[in-house]
């Protein structure tokens, strides 16, 4: 989320890693494109390589990458399945940071998590299971806090413009009016289809009996395991939840002078949004609150 604070790890010991990102699930259709794009738009220096559990999809996707004018592109593989925790370690303690395009995180993603904060390797993933992020919330904030770790999932589709949007509404409305914001509306005009890994997502939230939890918009609203206050109450910034009936019907918007209809993983969206906003809150630098945060508001 994005105003969670980090520790920063020792850079000795980020220095001394081999690779300076590892894509995890390189083989799959969302690894795929993320290896493409690294293939295409990183700076040359970086170090990096991919990851899967097989070593052959693995060569068939470096040799696609080095088709055209990238016949020299160097880029490690890594062989690592994640029912195997000496695999998943070996690979968290070559790589600065491990981004995981493994689904369903809630089957697969947790070794991973679990290896990263234990070998010092910063941590992103294309998630939006929040129930799973729930879990890794409680398992390992306090010992990635203490190791420097940065563990941020979410970092698709979901939630990134939500997240990021949201916060740049924010300290644009700040900048404009010098005041804060309650309430952010957000709607999107989406084309295409869900990708097959999506789908098993969402089948295995049902199977798992945790999509449910999902229908609280607050339910990642912890505070950090840094902090010093024992109360599990919920900021204002975060407390506020929408009309459940906007989000079951279809009805016109007078804002965007649009007719809209429920997006699928809105709830993900509002949960990570409202645990960015709950835990710049607990920073004392409330959304609601002006430039400055809430001793700004105090003074003022």
């Given at each position: 989320p994005a105003a969670t604070p980090r520790l920063r790890?020792?850079?000795?010991?980020?220095?001394?890693?081999?690779?300076?990102?590892?894509?995890?699930?390189?083989?799959?259709?969302?690894?795929?494109?993320a290896a493409h794009y690294i293939a295409r738009h990183a700076r040359r220096s970086l170090r990096w390589a991919i990851a899967g559990?097989?070593?052959?999809?693995?060569?068939a996707v470096l040799e696609r990458l080095r088709e055209g004018d990238d016949a020299e592109l160097d880029v490690g593989i890594i062989v690592c399945d994640t029912s195997d925790q000496a695999s998943v370690d070996a690979m968290a303690a070559q790589a600065r940071?491990?981004?995981?395009?493994?689904?369903?995180?809630?089957?697969?993603?947790?070794?991973?998590?679990?290896?990263?904060v234990r070998n010092g390797a910063d941590y992103v993933d294309t998630t939006g299971e929040s129930p799973w992020v729930l879990d890794m919330i409680r398992a390992h904030d306090g010992a990635a806090r203490a190791a420097g770790v940065a563990i941020v999932p979410t970092c698709g589709f979901d939630s990134v413009p939500a997240d990021l949007g949201?916060?740049?509404?924010?300290?644009?409305?700040?900048?404009?009016?010098?005041?804060?914001?309650?309430?952010?509306?957000?709607?999107?005009?989406?084309?295409?289809?869900?990708?097959?890994?999506?789908?098993?997502?969402?089948?295995?939230?049902?199977?798992?009996?945790?999509?449910?939890?999902?229908?609280?918009?607050?339910?990642?609203?912890?505070?950090?395991?840094?902090?010093?206050?024992?109360?599990?109450?919920?900021?204002?910034?975060?407390?506020?939840?929408?009309?459940?009936?906007?989000?079951?019907?279809?009805?016109?918007?007078?804002?965007?002078?649009?007719?809209?209809?429920?997006?699928?993983?809105?709830?993900?969206?509002?949960?990570?949004?409202?645990?960015?906003?709950?835990?710049?809150?607990?920073?004392?630098?409330?959304?609601?609150?002006?430039?400055g945060g809430a001793a700004a508001a105090a003074a003022a």
């Open positions: 790890a020792p850079a000795a010991r980020m220095a001394a890693k081999r690779f300076d990102v590892v894509v995890l699930g390189a083989t799959g259709f969302t690894g795929g494109l559990r097989n070593e052959g999809r693995l060569a940071v491990v981004l995981s395009t493994v689904g369903p995180f809630l089957k697969y993603g947790s070794p991973v998590v679990d290896a990263c949201c916060l740049m509404v924010v300290d644009a409305a700040r900048k404009a009016t010098g005041r804060g914001v309650r309430s952010v509306k957000a709607c999107y005009t989406v084309g295409g289809t869900a990708s097959g890994g999506t789908f098993h997502t969402m089948i295995n939230l049902f199977d798992a009996g945790r999509a449910r939890e999902m229908a609280d918009a607050r339910h990642l609203c912890l505070p950090p395991a840094s902090s010093s206050s024992s109360s599990s109450s919920t900021p204002p910034d975060a407390a506020a939840v929408i009309d459940p009936a906007r989000q079951t019907i279809l009805a016109w918007d007078a804002d965007f002078k649009k007719w809209q209809i429920p997006f699928l993983m809105a709830g993900v969206n509002q949960a990570v949004v409202r645990r960015s906003a709950y835990l710049a809150a607990c920073d004392g630098r409330p959304y609601s609150a002006p430039i």
